[in-house]
């Protein structure tokens, strides 16, 4: 049986060396009414292989950031018409930017300019004169502390497929594509059956192998394009674009036939499921309804005995 990844496994895959950007291709946005320091930043980040882009008035800021989200952002605080502090405070306000990373480049060195910087929720403060190195060193270890959140916050760490929070998003954006393009879209709900039977029976350890080796087999099973999360607990969802019920429910019950014929090392039962299919726009426009309608038909299923996908 594969075993889930580590945390140390995890920090093991992304420790990098600082003397090579691990992220080459990182955009960042400089925000600065000083041509001068646009132009010796920009030689500066560029040799590391950052795609820099600049920007001298902060005007245009909302537009530049609706047109393309940078990995990082670098403000100065001082700038005509609007306060580098005023562009941060917008920024954490809107949902598109709220975990972009901001770092203050200043000349300022008093402590309530500083504390102000922070309370409107910028990640770092660099007082100039810029130390290249200092500023490289501090650029990577916030793309790369970026990176590893980002990981945990949408990777589950057992299974390996997506969390929820990553799901939520994922789907809603396949449910605007869907209706958009005038597609169906087929969400499901399946769920383990009689797992805590599992666990008193065989202990935890093993139905957190059972539950790692289930989301790497469905993860496997259907498309690299198809959402495939753990909901929580030993409930999963998939959301498979431009699939009805009907093409959902086939797909999924050859899953559970290759499943069922699982023989697990050191291992003599089965473990089923049981699923309950939905579509978008047949049973509502909205996650929530598609929720609702995929967890009613999954109280059929396990009414009905188990191990089966019903629509
Ligand atoms: P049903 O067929 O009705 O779904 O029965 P069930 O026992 O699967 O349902 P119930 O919701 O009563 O129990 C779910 C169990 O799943 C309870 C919990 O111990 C177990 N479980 C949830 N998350 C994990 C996990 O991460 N690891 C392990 N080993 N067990 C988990
Ligand atoms: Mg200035
Ligand atoms: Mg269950
Ligand atoms: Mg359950
Ligand atoms: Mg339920």
């Known amino acids: 049986l594969e075993k889930p990844i580590s945390p140390e496994e995890i920090l093991k895959a992304v420790s990098y060396e600082l003397n090579r950007p691990q992220k080459p291709e990182a955009k960042i946005l400089i925000v600065d009414d000083d041509y001068q320091l646009l132009a010796a930043l920009s030689s500066l980040l560029v040799p590391w292989g950052f795609q820099v882009k600049t920007l001298a008035d902060p005007q245009e800021f909302e537009e530049t950031l609706g047109f393309s989200v940078p990995d990082l952002l670098i403000l100065d605080i001082e700038m005509p018409g609007f306060s580098g502090i005023e562009l941060c405070q917008v920024i954490r306000g809107d949902p598109r930017w709220r975990e972009l990373p901001v770092l203050f480049l200043s000349a300022h ?5 500083i504390h102000q910087v922070f ?3 910028a990640d770092d403060y660099v007082q100039k004169p810029i130390i290249g190195p200092e500023l490289i060193a501090r650029i990577l270890n916030r793309l790369e502390r970026t990176r590893i959140l980002k990981r945990f916050a949408e ?3 057992l299974t390996g497929t997506a969390t929820r929070h990553k799901s939520i998003l994922d789907l809603e954006r396949l449910i605007r594509l ?4 005038n597609q169906p879209l087929c969400f499901i709900i399946l769920d383990l059956d009689h797992f805590k039977q599992v666990n008193d ?8 192998r059972i539950l790692c080796q289930f989301g ?3 993860k ?3 498309r690299s394009e198809d959402i495939v999360a753990r909901w929580g607990g030993e409930e999963f969802v998939l959301g498979l674009y431009g699939m009805t019920r009907e093409q959902g429910a086939k797909r999924l019950n050859e899953f559970l036939n290759i499943w069922g014929q699982q023989k697990f090392i050191h291992q003599t039962f089965q473990v089923t499921f049981s699923a309950g299919v939905a579509e978008y ?3 509502g426009a909205k996650l929530q309804a598609l929720y609702s309608a995929a967890d009613a038909a999954l109280y059929q299923a396990k009414e009905m005995g188990r191990n089966r996908v019903l629509i």
Request: proline residues 3%.
């Open 178 to 181: 869907a209706q958009r393009q």
């Open 119 to 121: 309370a409107v929720g």
């Open 155 to 157: 990777i589950d760490e």
């Open 216 to 218: 790497r087999h469905l």
């Open 109 to 113: 060195h008093n402590p309530e300019i």
């Open 281 to 283: 726009s047949q049973d």
């Open 201 to 208: 029976l065989h202990g935890h350890e093993v139905g957190d």
């Open 220 to 222: 496997q099973f259907f």
